[in-house]
């Protein structure tokens, strides 16, 4: 599985508008990109997933670019509930793969 | 929104006693997995589930550990003898199908060994 890395952590303001950036540098070309959310004591919960350009839905938006070794999640308009950890995670590839491996993630604070 | 249900919410035992966790994944999800994090630490991957046996497994998941899918709705994870450092919370989670499939946690059961 391809490594990601992405910031330790994330301070924003109430409405203001948060993008992470993920680096993953070996994706390969069967991967995809997926973000989760976790508050505390809580389970892990599916943000987005994309493979290639911009993927938007009624949470987030995720821009990729064309050479996908970099991934941004975008987070519009924050309120003091989006504070969790968002993990960028890369996902699928070449061999199967059943697991999500989770990094350290990005604890973003939302302040009001 | 169907989701994964999980029992007990919190499961206090003494070390080297056996304790199952429970977990109801959803109903029309194939693939079945353990996750735990230690408080403070990453989500980890335990074991993966599919067709009734285990298709995958990180190195934690020694001898003590077991999974079992006893009727067509539960999961389950046993710790055959607990010690200190099997405290953490243990997630279960379930999707359509593997690799890049979604897959849905449920809220955890923080097991706490004494």
């Known amino acids: 599985l391809a490594k990601t890395t992405q910031p330790i952590s994330m301070d924003s303001y109430e409405g203001q508008e948060v993008n992470i950036t993920c680096s993953h540098n070996?994706?390969?070309?069967?991967?995809?990109i997926t973000w989760y959310q976790q508050f505390p004591s809580q389970g892990p919960r599916f943000i987005i997933q994309?493979?290639?350009t911009k993927v938007t839905n009624e949470v987030a938006s995720l821009f990729i670019p064309a050479d996908r070794k970099s991934s941004t999640l975008s987070l519009p308009r924050v309120s003091l509930s989006d504070t969790a950890v968002y993990y960028c995670l890369v996902v699928g590839g070449p061999t199967r793969d059943y697991k999500l491996s989770f990094g350290a993630g990005t604890t973003v604070t939302v302040r009001a | 929104e169907p989701e994964v249900t999980q029992t007990p919410s919190h499961q206090v035992t003494q070390m080297g006693q056996e304790v199952i966790l429970r977990c109801v994944p959803i109903s029309n999800h194939l693939y079945f997995y353990w996750y735990r994090q230690i408080l403070g630490q990453k989500v980890e991957f335990l074991v993966s589930?599919?067709?009734?046996?285990?298709?995958?497994k990180s190195e934690i998941f020694d001898d003590q550990f077991s999974v079992e899918r006893p009727d067509g709705s539960n999961f389950t994870l046993k710790i055959r003898s607990t010690k200190l450092e099997d405290s953490a919370m243990y997630f279960c989670a379930s999707s359509v199908g593997a690799t890049a499939d979604t897959q849905y946690f449920g809220p955890g059961t923080r097991l706490t060994v004494l």
């Open positions: 070996n994706i390969a070309t069967n991967d995809y």
């Open positions: 994309g493979y290639k």
């Open positions: 589930f599919y067709n009734n046996e285990i298709s995958e």
